[in-house]
């Protein structure tokens, strides 16, 4: 079993930068590969980014290639989602997921456990 808790989402200007962190708990952290979804209002929920269990690979969505860098710390149990260069189009409730079989997945089905989200405004 694992627990996620993502956290840093708020408002931010057009252009502006967040961090989004995900804390996990559980001693099988590093077993999981993490992605991160987004799901805005009436809309599907939708793969931003992913990074391998062992952290040597991340794969993004076209969505956010160049602006988006995911990376984790396996000590810390936490993955993070750097988002720069954010527009009002990536306006979303953000979340993280962990899956055992998810390395280089883009599918929600492939991950086993989600965190409850995190808000992220971009105004314009």
């Known amino acids: 079993q694992v627990q996620l808790v993502e956290s840093g989402g708020g408002l931010v200007q057009a252009g502006g930068s967040l961090r989004l962190s995900c804390a996990a708990s559980?001693?099988?952290?590093?077993?999981?590969?993490m992605g991160w979804f987004r799901q805005a209002p009436g809309k599907e929920r939708e793969f931003v980014g992913g990074?391998?269990?062992?952290?040597?690979?991340?794969y993004y969505a076209d969505s956010g290639k160049g602006r988006f860098t995911v990376s984790r710390d396996n000590a810390k149990n936490t993955v993070y989602l750097q988002m720069n260069s954010l527009k009002p189009e990536d306006t979303s409730v953000y979340y993280c997921?962990?899956?055992?079989?998810?390395?280089?997945?883009?599918?929600?089905?492939?991950?086993?456990?989600w965190g409850q989200g995190t808000q992220v405004t971009v105004s314009s």
């Open positions: 997921a962990a899956g055992s079989r998810a390395n280089w997945g883009q599918t929600a089905g492939l991950y086993d456990y």
């Open positions: 559980g001693r099988t952290f590093s077993s999981y590969a």
């Open positions: 990074i391998t269990w062992s952290g040597a690979s991340t």
